[in-house]
């Protein structure tokens, strides 16, 4: 669609944006594609997850015509300006092929292999719970609950406002951004404007929030693996939740972390669970942007879509916090502040596929379905596993009080073929998966 288009249309540049991980291998493709038909456009690489290394070392190589990473769209303006230029063209594009052409040399194959553990030694070197004398909680239901519009006014008081202020490239954390030397008047100009416009949000009821959460019984099995069961029988397995395990060499007493870690093994015969959920705020929202965009009011636009993706956050924030408290009820006696929420004081994690800890996006359809979130929540899958609505959030939820955050960091190839071997795919398509995480060129 987007090579079809740029015909159509006689584009003078190609710009990519990838928001999650699954982007970065579908721009490579892209660029391919880009190669096989003639074009020899401009193209440009940003988002979230996107590098100049990974331009440089992925994308670049794969088309004939100038390709640029540029770190955010307000400099996307002068690259595309010495790209149009006449006389500054031709320097640009040798400027930016020779930087990227020691990109690649310095990137090499980085000797990342002879740090990584082979698997069988990162697994024996686990975090290894005592689980003789642990008794797992156990929930107040298992199954699932559903929460159809949820009440956005019970929200507002666990906004975690300091991300809403780097989506405006404001430095600082909230309240002490408003009173910041630097930045603060723009910061309380900003602010008041997002007050204003969440009050007509939840007063005019701009946008629907919707909510479902999962309680499993569960055991690990398989080393990195997490089975879902029905109920506490654990006679069949319902899903299988596959993770990944962190394969740098640590210093000692230290352990390469698995999610799976926090689960007790099926062979200790304790009974255990994990939860799930996926949750969204951004019900309605498409109508009042085409009313933005038709007042060619793209401030308010940008407002709303930031201050639903804060709701969102919240209700995940939200929901998490009864399921403590309420749901699981392992930490009934939670009594936190909206900064103690924010800095994660609270006993449990809740982890997301594309999260360090476990990166993979495509583990999101086997969570979907588990969760039915598409009936269940209004949210959707596109075909890279990014959500709709984008103002969503979904993951799983663990209670041990040990569980904790980490990143899995680059991987080998022996992990990669046993993790498709879990998967029950071919060894290409897990590296597509996991290309960001790879230690070893495909």
Known sequence: KILETARKEEVNIIGLSGLITPSLEEMTVIASEMAREGLEIPLLIGGATTSKVHTAVKIAPNYIGPTVHVLDASRAVSVASNLMSDELKDPFVSSVAEDYAEVRENYGDRGVGDRRLPLAEARENNHAIDWSGYVPPKPGFLGL????????????????????????????????ILKDKTVGAAARNLFADAETMLAEIIENRWLGAKAVIGLFAANTVNGDDIAL????????????????????????????????????PAESGIADHVGAFAVTAGLGIE??????????????????????????????????????????????????????LVGEKYRGIRPAPGYPACPDHSEKPELFALLAAEPNAGIALT????????????????????????????????????YARRRGVAVAQAEKWLIANLAYSR
């Not at 993770?243 to 689960?263: E, I, W, Y």
């Not at 804060?310 to 916090?321: C, D, G, I, K």
């Open 287 to 340: 109508e009042k942007l085409e009313e933005f965009q038709r007042d060619h009011d793209d401030y308010s636009a940008i407002l709303l879509k930031a201050l639903a993706d804060r709701l969102a956050e919240a209700l995940a924030e939200r929901m998490h916090q009864r399921v403590r408290t309420e749901f699981w009820a392992y930490a009934s006696d939670e009594d936190l502040d909206n900064a103690a």
């Open 229 to 264: 069961y029905d109920d506490d029988g654990r006679a069949e397995t319902k899903a299988t939740l596959h993770f990944l395990r962190q394969q740098m060499r640590k210093s000692a007493g230290g352990t390469n972390f698995c999610l799976a870690d926090f689960v007790a």
């Open 145 to 176: 609950k559903v929460f159809g519009d949820y009440d956005l006014g019970e929200l507002v008081p666990v906004i975690d406002w300091t991300p809403f202020f780097r989506t405006w490239e404001l430095a600082g954390r909230y309240p002490d």
């Open 383 to 418: 075909e890279s596993f990014a959500m709709m609505p984008a103002a969503s959030v979904s993951g799983y939820y663990f209670a041990h009080p040990e569980a904790r955050y980490f990143g899995v960091g680059r991987i080998g190839q022996d992990q990669v073929e046993d």
